[in-house]
């Protein structure tokens, strides 16, 4: 079994720093991409950053410049910095997981964690 793990998430003012970590732990295998998504009620979970195997990043426009993805890849761990936070940063942000195994692939996501934001 596989559990991925956020924490991090909590209330901060607007211009606040919060860092979210993500961590797989048990039977998982090689392990490619990993990203941090979030979700606000009533809409769609959107991507907030990636980050490849190689150290490769992208990120949403609306974060890039305040936000850094980084993982650590002995401890099969993702994290997501985030400055100069946004009352409209303000959501669930959730933890993707890409893993391979013989050639099919896996996606496991974590149980969320909450961030407010205040304005």
């Known amino acids: 079994q596989v559990q991925v793990v956020e924490s991090g998430g909590g209330l901060v003012q607007a211009g606040g720093s919060l860092r979210l970590s993500c961590a797989a732990s048990g039977r998982i295998f090689s392990i490619n991409d990993m990203g941090w998504y979030r979700q606000v009620p009533g809409k769609q979970r959107e991507l907030v950053a990636g980050i490849t195997s190689g150290g490769s990043t992208n990120y949403a426009d609306s974060v890039k410049g305040r936000f850094t993805i980084s993982r650590d890849n002995a401890k099969n761990t993702v994290y997501l910095q985030m400055n100069s936070l946004k009352a409209e940063d303000t959501a669930v942000y959730y933890c993707?997981?890409?893993?391979?195994?013989?050639?099919?692939?896996?996606?496991?996501w974590g149980q969320g964690t909450q961030v407010t934001v205040s304005s």
């Open positions: 993707k997981i890409v893993a391979r195994r013989f050639g099919v692939r896996y996606d496991y």
